[in-house]
DNA sequence: TGTTAGCACTCTCCCTTTATGAGTGCTAAT
DNA sequence: ATTAGCACTCATAAAGGGAGAGTGCTAACA
């Protein structure tokens, strides 16, 4: 069977009201609202091919229909107008300018409140990847008693830290002596890219301080490059009760359950890393738990090194246009901004 | 009217079992499993009494009875037995320990998904409150570009940090003395009392670079020291689901608007320092949206010196001698964990 | 005088029944 | 090919009707 324009038409109306609504769609509604010049049983006709074809479905013999999967994903690359921001929601998107802080953790967090507050779905921001960020500085810091904060500062303006002891004959000279030898060695690597065996310098320095330089090096090996999961942020996790189908308490708690598994939502965001926004509907999803939702998936950046993925999850009857606007504007803005902020 | 000793015992019954089950308490309920050899009608009479006394309510006429917040203030304060953490709690607290990380958010972010879990409350950790900190050392980190990193490291190992622009004809050994003046003279003042005007050294410095030290002090001044607010970690927040008075999705709904009101939490926790553990009861907190709840608070220090702030929230029938045992056990690992890291 | 058995009464909860209405698919007419 | 008409289906809401838990009151009892 052929998807003739009529049957496009008609599909695109069940979608769209059903977004707007979520309720099933009916033939009578559709002829009524979207005005197409036929009755309301050849709707009926045609929405039952579409059935047919796996466009839609019936939750049950009396009631209308609902979009499949497959409809939205056809929606989604076919059907939907493209959207801008509106004003107000770029004004309050561009607010990530204001933001006075240069530490990241707080611009990630604004961003993950601004993307669940414009869209009122739920959204998840992940920190920078530390494997995609570059060694910048290593200092190691005297603190009073016999302790060194080891820190790292990268390219992203993230910081790492470790306390390490430190022996009683070493005096602050020689804490920066191998300040400056760890970040001659690994500026502009990445954590990744780690590799303790290789820094002959410091190995030399060794034979004096053997079992000291071994603290360090183990230190920033495993406690600082070994944490290759950076953070990740939720916005708006009670924004899921705005929608009906998410009234069972069993279906909601469901859904806040899988906010709360940060190992799931890190796989589903962080192996993402394109510049264009990503669309995954229901099924579509890997995770079985999420096949009931769909994701808007973007990233961000410094210049044009992607550093992290931001998404924003809510049912699959969400409203992909908004969604798709507002994640490509708020990349967009935040990334100028880490840029102006941490660039070169 | 008294309050006799089998009126206190069938309260305490009372109490107990409705914790126990959440569902109200019949006077046959209490003959039968507390067993205090008097008969249904006898307690029936006694419950009359304290409903006039405000210790129980009815719900409707024929049910059993509830206890008022007033009955539990009575329970926590004379009733309750004491309770120790059980081998398994206590065993998964000290994992506290072997937490490998020095980074204090870290840190606090585990104690509130610990309390959350052994509990099935939901957990929240205030950070160390920044005006109970020492400052112990600020570096200026030349980043490439004209960029400088300015840090602050506190006692309780927390780093702050911001971005600072840097005119072309600074060196760093320029740096360095700026850093070594700063640390010199705010070393062991806390937040609150950084006052840049009080810094007659580095004013002197201003006569040759008094632009880039204005631009020092001020982001010191109000980049870094004026966010006085720590930051809030939350665990196990859909754990309020597993309670039946929060099967009503609106007022599950309001619970979790509640716990994304970090203000309403910061302001809540936030004035609390003693180091005993408080219980607040229902009515008895002053925020209207929370009198539905009660909030078991306790505190972690570093040394004798208290730092932070936590809660465990949950329903007014909460397991208050399960809560308040296990919130002083975290405290005192927690505390003791933290001392050992950064004491001295 | 305090305690208790007995009993009528109240109210919730759950089950069943019934009515309503939205929506469909099929058939026959256009 | 399109559409009006109609019988049919199914969910939802409203109404009725026990069953059960628990109470308060009264009168008897130790």
Redo the contacts between chains.
Sequence with gaps: MQLGSRKLHILHAVVHDYISYGEPVGSRTIAKKYDMGISPATIRNEMSDLEEMGYLQQPHTSAGRIPSDKAYRLYVDKLMKTRKPTADEAERIERIYQQ????VDKIIEQVASILSDITSYTSVVLGPRLSKVLI??I?L?????QYA?L?V?TSA?I?????IRIPDNIDIGYLERISNMLTKYYRNKTFAEVNINHAVDIQKEMMNQKEFINNVLDAFA??IAS?NKGDIYLG???NI?NFPEY?D?IK??EF??LM?NRDMLYNLLGRYDEEDVLIVIGTENEFNEMQDCSVVMGTYSIGDKILGTMGLIGPTRMEYSKAVSIMRYVGQIVSRHLTL????
């Design positions: 006075k802080t240069t530490e910048r500085h200092e810091i005297p603190i009073e008693g904060l820190l500062v303006g910081i790492k830290d470790t306390l495993n406690n944490q708006g996790t009670a009760f009234q308490i909601a708690r806040l359950n709360e902020l941490f660039k070169e």
